[in-house]
């Protein structure tokens, strides 16, 4: 082994607390020389305590924190009686929202709890990282920039500093390592020794791996150098105001070599001169115990942040404790449960931790344990554990007055007095419009979803209800949403005026017809009637320019439900509903020349937007308007210009609303199947008019029979071309429907004349009604729905009582 690998084995070593242990023994809790350098591991509840009991003993009287200088300004609100970790401080760009960066803080992270300790002794607290205006200004060739938590996590070192230290001292999981020698053991007399033999490792480590101390190369790239030699800066003022002792420094472990090392006062200040800025605010926003996981993509070094916060919390017996919450919570969740059980689990723990050669039991002992003993094997309840408390649902608060963009301040108000509390963990609500604080929670989500802010997502209600008074939204606050709040902070100081300049400004940028349609249907349920009238001209304008009736048919199911849900909620639609009826008459005028001539592929196009010209056409409810839409059907339907998919479509379409008769249809059916029609044509003539609809060639004997003799007389090299659309129509019906048409069809098709099959004189099949074997329902039926019944005086052995509910 090398010098230096054999120096980073023996600093692994030297991190065991039980050597560390042996050496405050001989040497005593002397303060080493100097500022007080407290390398940690972000999030790491071991490092807490640490460093509570090293600041303690040391009494510093400035605290130097890893973090952006600007947060300086914000920093005593940390000990706001309404701040909740976790919590983030929050940078962006003043003129651009967007470029932003996180530095998380759990309850159990070492610097929150400095700070905290800090502020409760009025002792000064500066952040000397390496400032956000430079941070959130450098492009990323430049070794900087924004995105996510990369300025809180020193600098996502490409190296795992303790995974390193893992593998050197024999072990493959550097979580479990760091629990070992760290989380669960304490004690220490020296309150100064974890952290010594900590800055030895690195040290070792940055001398191995490349990154030496005060250097700029290996893994510690660009930006870690610039970032050292800010600190160092910084370092050496507090050192020359307060005193060499009398200054505390709370970092990244990693750092601590770089800002032990001398290096020159001119070269750190040449490295960072000419670095670009830009002007940035600061602020404090809520964060999750979610994002605090190295799951969620945020690299902040933990998989557990549920576990580490109670590690960090539990005053004594964490592991009892722990399976406490863990019974409670499947309690809660109509899991059997009972104290054996965790009684068991606790023993079981530890029997492997005693196995495992591991001082206390940590996660993976409690969760094999919980697994085995309280889910019975099961992980399906295991990952609800997981969820709730390995990593938690907590949400974070930060108090009222802190520093917010104006937007912020009115959707906190909102929420206040919509008792809309904001939550990390997902859950549903089902909104009744015609309900005050109902109608107003649906317009605040759909705004913020007009300004890009998704906290709520529509869903499908529970009951499948499609009435246009009952809304199921979906809500899960992230933390990212907060930057998605300051950037649309440009658009208004509220809520309601950034959504009406922000939909104003969407109206100007439309670039279609349908776009500038689907805009007012998300206009009417946020209740912008001030962005209205910008809207409408935009409609207006891309409608008279528009002559392609597919895109007009295309804009005008979202006009009409924009006028249904004007009329829900109380908005004046009646300039929707002109517009609406306007584009329906276009499209009712341009429909049969569109539809000549058409080829497969702009056929199958046709006849999505006649259903969907169709169904907004009869949700508009105009008489004169549905009599002229009808009369174009009957049209299309007629016309042998018209491909065939288009024509039996709007055959069917009116067949269903009542405005064909079945002898009509019959008739439009035998001339598109009749042998002088090309099979192709036919079978689309079937795909247009049977689509969806199975069940019409059960109840309707000539339309089968017209559908079977005209399979039957397809020549055989024709057959081939036409089976595709025939699969592809009688694929979409319920199984139960092509099974009865099939039996229908094996038993003989009825409505062709001549004797009757043998099926049509069986019980219960032919044309008369067996009343005998209809009154044996009654019994059930009378017990389904009450048991009053009037008896209609009918003949014996007929059915008599007629069921009244």
């Avoid at 001398?262 to 115990?289: C, F, H, M, S, Y």
Wanted: glycine share 12%; proline share 7%.
């Amino acid at each position: 082994m090398s010098a230096p690998g054999a120096r980073a084995a023996d600093a692994a070593d030297a991190a065991d607390v039980k050597g560390v242990a042996e050496t405050a023994d001989a040497a005593g809790p002397a303060p080493p020389p100097g500022p007080l350098l407290l390398g940690v591991r972000h999030h790491g509840p071991g490092s807490a305590r640490a460093v509570l009991a090293a600041l303690e003993a040391h009494g510093p009287a400035v605290l130097l924190v890893e973090g952006p200088p600007e947060a300086d300004a914000v920093v005593e609100l940390a000990a706001h009686e309404e701040m909740r970790p976790p919590v983030a401080l929050l940078a962006h760009v003043a003129d651009d929202p967007g470029r932003a960066a996180f530095w998380p803080l759990a309850g159990f992270s070492p610097e929150w709890v400095a700070v905290r300790w800090a502020l409760a002794r009025g002792v000064p607290v500066r952040f000397f990282d390496l400032p956000a205006s430079h941070t959130l200004a450098m492009r990323d060739d430049d070794g900087g920039g924004a995105g996510g938590e990369e300025a809180r996590e020193a600098g996502e070192l490409r190296l795992d500093p303790l995974r390193v230290l893992a593998e050197t001292a024999g072990h493959d999981d550097p979580e479990r390592w760091w629990e070992d020698v760290v989380e669960h053991r304490g004690g220490h007399r020296d309150p100064y020794a974890p952290f010594a033999a900590l800055a030895e490792a690195m040290t070792a480590l940055r001398e191995t791996h490349g990154g030496a101390p005060g250097g700029t190369g290996g893994t510690g790239d660009r930006r870690d150098a610039l970032r050292e030699a800010h600190m160092r800066l910084r370092l050496r003022e507090a050192r020359r105001e307060f005193g060499d002792d009398r200054v505390a420094v709370v970092c990244g472990a990693w750092h601590v070599p770089a800002l032990a090392a001398k290096a020159a006062v001119a070269a750190d200040r040449q490295l960072l001169k000419g670095l670009p800025r830009a002007r940035t605010e600061i602020t404090w926003v809520p964060w999750t115990n979610e994002r605090l996981a190295r799951r969620s993509g945020y690299g902040a070094g933990i998989t557990s942040p549920g576990w580490y916060g109670h590690l960090f919390a539990a005053p004594d017996r964490p592991v009892e404790r722990w399976m406490t919450e863990v019974a409670r919570l499947l309690r809660a969740e109509d899991h059997a449960v009972s104290s054996a059980h965790v009684i068991e689990a606790v023993r079981l723990a530890d029997t492997l931790a005693a196995l495992r050669g591991r001082p206390l039991p940590g996660l993976g002992e409690t969760v094999d344990a919980v697994r085995a003993v309280m889910c019975e094997g099961s992980d399906l309840p295991l990952a609800l554990v997981h969820e709730r408390l390995v990593v938690g649902d907590a949400l974070g608060e930060v108090p009222r007055d802190a520093p917010a963009v104006p937007l912020q301040r009115d959707l906190t108000r909102l929420q206040r007095s919509l008792r809309l509390k904001p939550e990390a963990r997902e859950r549903e609500i089902d909104l009744d419009l015609r309900e005050e604080n109902a109608a107003a929670r649906s317009r605040l989500l759909h705004r913020l979803r007009l300004l890009g802010v998704d906290w709520g997502e529509p869903v499908r209600g529970r009951t499948g209800s499609t009435g246009t008074f009952r809304e199921t939204w979906r809500l899960c606050w992230r933390p990212e949403l907060s930057v998605r709040i300051a950037e649309a902070g440009v658009w208004g100081t509220t809520v309601a005026a950034a959504a009406t300049a922000r939909a104003e400004a969407l109206a100007r940028d439309a670039g279609s017809l349908a776009e500038a349609a689907e805009l007012a249907e998300r206009c009417l349920p946020a209740g912008l009637g001030d962005a209205l009238p910008a809207v409408m001209r935009a409609l207006a304008d891309r409608a008279a320019l528009d002559a392609d009736v597919g895109h007009l048919a295309q804009a005008l199911p979202a006009l009409v439900r924009s006028v249904r849900y004007g009329d829900v909620r109380g908005t004046d639609a009646a300039a929707l509903r002109e517009v609406a009826e306007g584009l329906a008459e276009r499209v009712c005028v341009g429909l049969p020349p569109a539809c000549a001539g058409l080829g497969p592929d702009g056929a199958a196009e046709m006849h999505g937007h006649v259903d969907a010209a169709h169904r907004a056409v009869v949700l508009l409810e105009r008489e004169g308007l549905l009599t002229r839409w009808r009369s174009v059907l009957r049209a299309l339907a007629g016309r042998d210009r018209v491909p065939g998919l288009v024509r039996g479509r709007c055959a069917r379409l009116l067949l269903d609303d009542g405005q064909l008769p079945g002898d009509e249809a019959a008739r439009l059916m035998g001339l598109a199947l009749s042998p002088g029609a090309a099979p192709p044509d036919a079978a689309a003539w079937i795909e247009g008019f049977l689509a969806g609809g199975g069940m019409l060639l059960v109840h309707d004997e000539r339309l089968l029979a017209l559908v079977d003799d005209w399979l039957a007389g397809i020549p055989g090299e024709a057959f081939t071309d036409v089976l595709p659309l025939l699969r592809r129509t009688f694929a979409a019906y319920e199984p139960g429907v092509r099974r009865t048409i099939g039996e229908l069809v094996r038993r003989g098709t009825p409505g062709r004349g001549g004797p009757p099959a043998e099926w049509e004189t069986a019980p219960g099949f032919g044309e008369g009604l067996d009343p005998e074997r209809a009154g044996a329902v009654l019994p059930t039926l009378r017990l389904l729905l009450g048991e009053r019944t009037t008896d209609t005086g009918g003949p014996a052995g007929t059915a008599r009582g007629t069921v009244t509910a």
